[in-house]
């Protein structure tokens, strides 16, 4: 099980498994692309980010660093993880899934911290469906799926984008869904929040209030 640390501002650990998951009411915590370090608001407590849990390297098409340079970096910035999270094969430009399969050789400790290796997938229509075989999910260490206009299309409405998550969502081999709050794609996130509730393995914020 891949787990994500968040600490507050004063120190207090919020520990939680399956981290961007799930939306609560009025925010959704969910992923950023590779940055300076940054804090995220989560009803008015400040966070800071211990993992990093989506980032692409040259592999993806659209990114500009190497490997050694993203975990370089997170270990710089005082990241105790990074999760390399290309894009599956669907994407236009991405790699093929051989590099997802041979991802295995890759050593998991790198620069003095945690490297996971993982994907983000494409979700692909309403039914849910991914561009990465079950075998090779479950092969990765970190799985996100996330919907893409070169991929998904066009907005299916608010059911239809909405259909698609929660469907991706039933995918044991998803452990994450990606930028939940694209405006491209309006979503009902109190039926996801809902649906989350009921297929996240744990979820402790800690003392949030």
Avoid: Q
Wanted: net charge negative; proline share 4%; charged share 25%.
């Amino acid at each position: 099980m891949i787990k994500v640390i968040l600490w507050d501002v004063d120190g207090t650990i919020l520990d939680f498994k399956k981290a961007e998951y799930v939306a609560i009411k009025k925010y959704i915590l969910y992923n950023n692309s590779m940055g300076k370090e940054r804090g995220i608001i989560m009803n008015n407590t400040n966070i800071k980010v211990g993992v990093e849990t989506h980032s692409h390297t040259l592999a993806s098409g659209h990114a500009y660093c190497t490997i050694k340079e993203m975990v370089a970096y997170a270990a710089e910035l005082g990241l105790e993880g990074i999760a390399i999270t290309d894009h599956a094969p669907e994407m236009p430009g991405s790699c093929h899934k051989f590099y997802f399969h041979n991802i295995k050789i890759m050593p998991r400790k790198m620069n003095g911290i945690d490297v996971l290796f993982g994907s983000e997938l494409n979700i692909m229509d309403e039914e849910g469906n991914v561009d990465l075989h079950p075998t090779i999910l479950g092969e990765l260490d970190i799985v996100i799926a996330s919907i893409h206009p070169p991929c998904f299309g066009e907005s299916h409405g608010k059911d239809g984008n909405t259909k698609a998550i929660m469907n991706a969502m039933k995918n044991p081999g998803i452990d994450i869904i990606g930028h939940p709050d694209d405006g491209r794609y309006e979503l009902d996130y109190e039926m996801i929040v809902d649906m989350g509730g009921r297929v996240a393995e744990e979820l402790v914020f800690g003392d949030i209030t």
